[in-house]
């Protein structure tokens, strides 16, 4: 298959699921700026005039849930005469909290196979499998199409929040077509962007008018200003581009449909474009591997293409809940390593420490809330956890281990 159409999508903050993946995410900052030892759990629902928040949490920290909730929908921008049945001044806000269940406690507190190393004893949070992944399409050393899509999702929402276009709403998606080549991406086969808007855009009123109205606004405001840096550009002859493709999209946000925590995955992750072991990142702690180990397997697979080792990297990490180290590593390269599958696992093996409290120490994932002045985790939870050049976040920064990877890779060449 080496000619073909590959799709992805992404969502913007408004958008139902990621409202309920900020809030879960907000609640973990809160948590750990105070105590970073807390142990959290947090799922959020919201639906027309509703969040609740639920879950698990054991921590020593105080917070105005209540308060907290309400200023995530605030910033998002579902207030006042535009919240469209979801104002955060007015919803109702449900919390119903339970502590983390102490037999889960235990074995993460305690690895079932480091109780002679008290300093990074901590076993893993769940059993579960993650996945890495890396390429060489983007600098950022992510899919085009996921790239491309959260590109735009990010500057429809900044058009929105700057009032460029002051009928748009906050809810919204954005969808990518690339063309590959012998597996390249040549060409942007299809844009599509759905996106809330008031029912009367400067005064017009027929729902068709509205729609091309909409669609030439954003082609000139959010698609090319989205792209004009890229090798690849769209361009109106060759690009099929589709803008609310059922006529209108007035209704949207927590009164158009329920939201979930975690619903949303492969937006977080690659777009769909290389595997998902299933396990949700937002209002989880970092003991939980589906969100420490999902980061440094992207950190092993991004290191191992950023030194050259591979133009494409995917890495698979499993964990026994309460057990320290992986039960498996599995490296793919998809024919594109320069070693063999062997030795860049040897090479896994001898240059990233895999136990959840070692990740935990490397990126210093309980402190950086606090060093972040309160909001880190939260940042995340909206346009992916993966390949974003407008946050520091620690997987991402792996200059020194791509070095340290060359240099002890000159053995197997």
Known sequence: MSDFIFTSESVTEGHPDKICDQIS??????????????????????????????GEITSKAKLDYIKLVRD????????????????????????????????????????????????????????????????????????????LAH??????AKVRHEKVLNYLLPDGKTQVSIDYKDGIPVSINTILISTQHTAEVDGITNEEEIRKRIEEDLWINVVLPATEDLKIKPNSQNTRFLVNPTGKFVVGGPQGDAGLTGRKIIVDTYGGYARHGGGAFSGKDPTKVDRSAAYAARYVAKSIVKA????????????????????????????TGVISQANLTELIKNNFDLRPAAIIKEFDLKNLPKKMGGEFFKKTASYGHFGRNDLNLPWENVEDKAKQLIEEAKVFV
Request: glycine share 8%; proline share 4%; hydrophobic share 40%.
């Open 308 to 335: 050259k080792l591979a133009k494409k990297a995917e890495v698979q990490l499993s964990y026994a809940i309460g057990v320290a180290k992986p039960i498996s590593i599995l490296i793919e390269t998809f024919g």
């Open 72 to 147: 995530v929908i605030k910033k998002i921008g579902y207030e006042g005469s535009k919240a469209g049945g979801f104002d955060a001044n007015s919803c109702a806000v449900l919390v119903a909290l339970d502590e983390q269940s102490p037999d889960i406690s235990q074995g993460v507190n305690e690895a079932d196979d480091m109780k002679d190393d008290l300093e990074n004893n901590t076993g893993a949070g769940d059993q579960g499998i993650m996945f890495g992944y890396a390429c060489d399409e983007t600098p950022e050393m992510m899919p085009l199409p996921i790239s």
């Open 25 to 54: 995410d907000a609640v973990l900052d809160a948590l750990l700026t105070e105590d970073p030892e807390s142990r959290v759990a947090c799922e959020t629902v919201v639906n027309t005039g509703l969040c609740l928040l639920t």
């Open 151 to 156: 590109r735009l999702a990010i500057r429809l």
